[in-house]
């Protein structure tokens, strides 16, 4: 069986797709797909740079929850379509994110890290004048900072997202090197009942492997770990899919035999 749910998908209510919403739904009933999750972009206080204007990553949610009503009468007969954000992590603003997720009615909510202490990875700055092993940490030592102060969310994307920016991309990248951290984080994931999302999007950066490395998700499964969504992370309907045959062997290769899939936030399983 195929996996036939898109758990990490962006529509034009984010600012870096230009996709209308209609298109990407069209496009995944076109693919076999049961189920699609939009999780639209909401990382507040993203620091404004060229071409990134204050409130880029700012969805509209009451306009993203209309269209997203709309295109429900219009494709629910052929498809299930879940309304969900990819909320950009900071521990500082822990407080607003409580507030943001608890004002509308999200059946999913990925947790991201997109900056790290304020710098985002997407710039070459973020890597200049240290080694990038030194970024990576830092980057994954952020994560367990907003792991200990904010927990209102299902699971965390993309989890080594910085590796699609670094220098040698996972040309050198190993479980290893990050043990320390990779094994905090994942006490703090299981502790608070807050999954992990394999996430094919990397693929289209370059990158040997998807999120996160085969490592992580071994790991999560050995200590009990049960939550695992699937997502392409695309922006155009092209990308819808992208690499699920692949997610399907790498979750399989890691002792899963399903995957999960959320409905008012709460999560169920579909045999792989
Ligand atoms: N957060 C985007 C990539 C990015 N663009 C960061 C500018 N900065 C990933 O969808
Ligand atoms: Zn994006
Ligand atoms: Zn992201
Ligand atoms: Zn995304």
Same mark, same amino acid.
């Given at each position: 069986m195929a996996i036939r749910a898109d758990f990490h998908l962006h529509s034009s209510? #984010?600012?870096?797709s230009k996709a209308p919403m209609v298109e990407m739904v069209e496009r995944g009933i076109a693919m076999g797909l049961r189920q699609m999750c939009f999780t639209e972009h909401m990382d507040f206080d993203f620091p404004v740079s060229e071409g990134i *204007? /204050?409130?880029?990553?700012?969805?509209n949610t009451d306009a993203y929850l209309y269209e997203l009503l709309r295109c429900r009468a219009v494709y629910g007969d052929r498809i299930k379509l879940c309304f969900g954000v990819e909320l950009g992590l900071q521990a500082y603003l822990a407080e607003v994110q409580e507030g943001y997720v608890n004002s509308f009615p999200f059946d999913f909510i990925i947790g991201s890290s997109h900056l790290c202490n304020g710098k &985002?990875? $997407? &710039?070459?700055g973020f890597f200049a004048g240290r080694s990038e092993e030194a970024a990576y940490r830092e980057y994954f030592e952020s994560i367990i900072d907003n792991l200990e102060v904010f927990h209102n969310f299902d699971i965390y994307g993309h989890l080594d997202y910085v590796v699609r920016y670094?220098? &040698?991309? &996972? /040309?050198? $990248?190993? $479980?290893e090197k990050y043990r320390d951290l990779f094994e905090r984080m994942l006490e703090l994931l299981l502790e608070n009942g807050i999954g992990v999302e394999v996430n094919t999007g990397g693929i289209g950066y370059g %990158? /040997?492997? %998807?999120? *996160?490395c085969r490592e992580v998700l071994k790991r999560y499964h050995d200590l009990g770990g049960e939550i695992v969504t699937v997502g #392409?992370?695309?922006? =155009?309907?092209?990308?819808?899919? =992208?690499e699920f045959k692949r997610a399907e062997d790498f979750l399989r290769d890691c002792g899963f035999s399903y995957y999960t899939v959320f409905d008012r936030r709460t999560a169920s399983f579909i045999k792989l």
């Open positions: 209510f #984010s600012g870096d *204007p /204050k409130g880029f990553f700012e969805v &985002d990875p $997407y &710039d070459a670094g220098p &040698d991309q &996972d /040309k050198f $990248y190993t $479980y %990158l /040997k492997e %998807l999120h *996160p #392409s992370d695309a922006h =155009r309907p092209a990308d819808i899919c =992208r």
